[in-house]
């Protein structure tokens, strides 16, 4: 059986109460209790007033550069999730592309606004984020800002930094399981992972399982400390054994002098710090919610014990302390930005060249570029009923892109009934994703305490199928972002 995210619910004042399952909304809509108040994210709305004690829920964020997961959990139940794609890439791509154009044009003696000097980085205010940055505070603020507007709920959780030195340097400052040693081991890990760069550092592979390597090797009486760690891929390590790694980089002076020096210093406090993640923890605050924070190497342990799948919903879900999670959705909503389109009239080639003429409106017979529409074509080759965004003209015959087609037809607007006005993103479903129920067995998080309890001393450092390096994108991934490109397919629940 697919589970599907909860659907959000509102009552007759707007007021936001719990979310319902999927099932629960249908037989409202069809007894007439509620009606359909927002197709994305699936909202209804009562026609009661709902008064009393809502039970309310956490939204957990896990930001990332591209994908941000959100997530929404009530008392340990993941009822939402979602994945937002930012456009930061883009952002940055066309401000390079307006400045080569304006930079192209002073050469040509065009008659062209002067440079300007006084917006250098160093003259920006403290606390200031490019654009393509501070995008991703805003979109995660946005979704942030509506899922309070349609959700009750009391708190946030997000994922502010990779690991916690505090905690790695001095395993006793709180909780079991950094006593254990065994979370310890994913701090230092992560650790190793941000100062090595990911890398194997005998023979700078990317993109493989590293594992983590004692310089001074643990027979010869290497220490676990931090300054003896580093990672190797498998091939290295093995090859390397048990030698010294004065006789192991013999051949490879430079080599052995680098090594030595990096892993004698320590990692600077910058690079654990990520200001976009702070300043989104400050416009989460203004929201006027508690927010709370977790560290990376927290929600991978946590991801691991629960056996997850690395998603980035999943992630998200798995941000903070806590001891067990239910699943109950198991299809996150994918959402793109697109942003609102450009302001630009004139439209060049890519010389800067003026080729086209674009018109100041944008609004043609009540609709905009990017509504979700449902055309219900009476006659003709493409008879038949739609439901997909579309692209308006001024003549009055929009397109959209047919499913069963396989291409863009046209439609007359008459035909067309906007059912989600453009909001600047586009929607669609990710991969259905088959939890293993056993592996959320509260028994499994025991044996694997028990494993750590009966050996606490030894960190649990060397098991290489737990430390193995995800590729940042697991194949999991890869499939939905095929699926998500495909932001035409539109379902109701
Ligand atoms: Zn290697």
Redesign the pocket.
Known sequence: MSKTNYVLVVDTNKHPLSPCKPGVARSLLKAGKAAVFRRYPFTIILKKEVEGDILKSQIKIDPGSKTTGLALVQNGVVIWAAELQHRGQLIKQSLDNRRSLRRNRRNRKTRYRQPRFLNRVKSKPKGWLAPSLMHRVENVSTWVNKLIKFSAVDSVMMELVRFDTQKMTNPDVSGVQYQQGELTGYEVREYLLEKFDRT??????KN?PLEVEHIQPKSKGGSNRISNLTL??R???QSKGNQDIQDFLSGKPSLLKRILNQAKQPLKDGAAVNSTRWKLKESLELTGLPVFTGNGALTKYNRCRLGLPKTHWLDAASVGEIDNLVIATHQPLLIKSFGFGSRQMCRTDKYGFPTRHCSRQKVHFGFTTGDIVKADIPKGKYAGKYTARVTVRSTGSFAIKSLTHGKQIDVNHKYCKAIHKLDGYGYGFGELININPTKLNPVETQIVKGRTAANPTQLNLFDSSIFAVESSESKIHKKQKVKGDDYEQLSLF
């Open positions: 194997c550092v005998y023979c700078q592979a493989v190797a891929c091939p290295c390590n």
